[in-house]
Nanobody, 116 residues
Framework: QVQLVESGGGLVQPGGSLRLSCVGS????????MSWFRQAPGKERELVAS????????NYRESVQGRFTISRDNVNNIVYLQMNSLKPEDTAVYYC?????????WGQGTQVTVSS
């Protein structure tokens, strides 16, 4: 059974940091591209960052460039999203996604709220 389980969300003040984790199981994690998406209330889900299998091809959406860092641990099947200098507009449910060709899997999401 495929599972992606996110953790690490919470409430943080503007300028603060959080590290999200997503643990994968039930599939060959190291062969899948891993991505983080987010969805704010009333908005479309959007891609935040993605990382290829060996971590050698990384992409970020422009609004998080320089503040967020995606990384992966293919031994323990974890993808991370380090988020620094958080802003209120980063508030959203954050989801991890695994995809390989036509196969894609989603986690259940973790809430990130940036507020004073």
């Amino acid at each position: 059974q495929v599972q992606l389980v996110e953790s690490g969300g919470g409430l943080v003040q503007p300028g603060g940091s959080l590290r999200l984790s997503c643990v994968g199981s039930g599939f060959t994690f190291s062969t899948f591209r891993m991505s983080w998406f987010r969805q704010a209330p009333g908005k479309e889900r959007e891609l935040v960052a993605s990382i290829r299998t060996a971590g050698n091809d990384i992409n970020y959406r422009e609004s998080v460039q320089g503040r967020f860092t995606i990384s992966r641990d293919n031994v323990n099947n974890i993808v991370y999203l380090q988020m620094n200098s958080l802003k209120p507009e980063d508030t959203a449910v954050y989801y991890c996604k695994a995809n390989l060709g036509l196969k894609s899997y989603w986690g259940q999401g973790t809430q990130v709220t940036v507020s004073s």
